[in-house]
C-alpha cells in the first residue's frame, strides 16, 4: 500500500526501504494466516489427540489474526486520506459498517466454536468468511485501482480482444474442473449437499 521510491524505472530507495512497520507486520500476519485455515482444516480433517492440538494451534492463532485484521484496519484510513473519507464520510459509514460487524460475529462464532468439541467443520469454513471479509475489505479500499493509487483497473488492462480470448479460456477451462470434480465426487457432494 505504500510503495517503494522510483525514479524513471529503477528503484532509488534504499536498501531497507520495504521495511516499513506496516510491511513487516503485514508479513508476521501472513503467517498467521496461512495458519488458521490450515489448523482448522486439522481440525476437520482429525480426532483424538491430533484434534484437540489442532484446536488449541487454530484458537491460538485466531487471536493473532484478529490483532493484525484490527491493526491493518485502523491504519488504513491513516496512511491514505482517501481511505479515511471514504470510510468515514456519512452514508459511506452505515453502508459498509455490516463489514466489519459481520467479521466480528464471524470471529466470535470460530472462537466458541474451536472451544466446543462437537464443531468439526464449521471452524473452516468460518476462518473461510474471515478471510473473504478481509479481502472484501482490501478490496473496497483499492477500487478500481490495480497498483494502489498509481493504475486504474482499465489503465492495466490488455486490449479488448486479449481480454475476450482469455475470458473464454477461462471459462472452458473452469467448467472442465467443476465438471471433473463433481463426477469424482458424486456420491460425497449428494451426502454433503443433503445434509
Keep these: 500500500m505504500q510503495g517503494v521510491q522510483v525514479s524513471g524505472r529503477n528503484f532509488s530507495g534504499g536498501p531497507l526501504d520495504w521495511a516499513t512497520g506496516f510491511s513487516v507486520m503485514t508479513g508476521i500476519a501472513v503467517v ?11 481440525v476437520m480433517k482429525s480426532e483424538d489427540i491430533l484434534q484437540n492440538w489442532a484446536r488449541q494451534v487454530a484458537s491460538y492463532v485466531l487471536g493473532f489474526v484478529g490483532i493484525f485484521m484490527a491493526l491493518v484496519s485502523i491504519c488504513m484510513p491513516f496512511i491514505n486520506p482517501d481511505i479515511k473519507m471514504f470510510w468515514f464520510s456519512m452514508p459511506n459509514f452505515f453502508y459498509l459498517l455490516p463489514i466489519p460487524v459481520v467479521t466480528m460475529i464471524l470471529f466470535i462464532l470460530a472462537w466458541r466454536d474451536l472451544q466446543q468439541t462437537k464443531a468439526e467443520y464449521r471452524p473452516f469454513f468460518l476462518s473461510m468468511g474471515i478471510f473473504l471479509m478481509g479481502y472484501l475489505g482490501i478490496a473496497i479500499n483499492v477500487y478500481p485501482w490495480i497498483i494502489p493509487f498509481k493504475f486504474t483497473l482499465w489503465e492495466a488492462a490488455a486490449s479488448g480482444p486479449s481480454l475476450r480470448q482469455w475470458a473464454w479460456f ?26
Design 32 to 42: 498467521a494466516g496461512y495458519a488458521l485455515p490450515g489448523s482448522t482444516w486439522m
Design 170 to 195: 477461462t471459462g472452458l477451462w473452469l467448467g472442465g474442473l467443476l465438471t471433473a470434480l463433481a463426477l469424482s465426487y458424486p456420491v460425497k457432494l449428494l451426502i454433503w449437499l443433503m445434509s
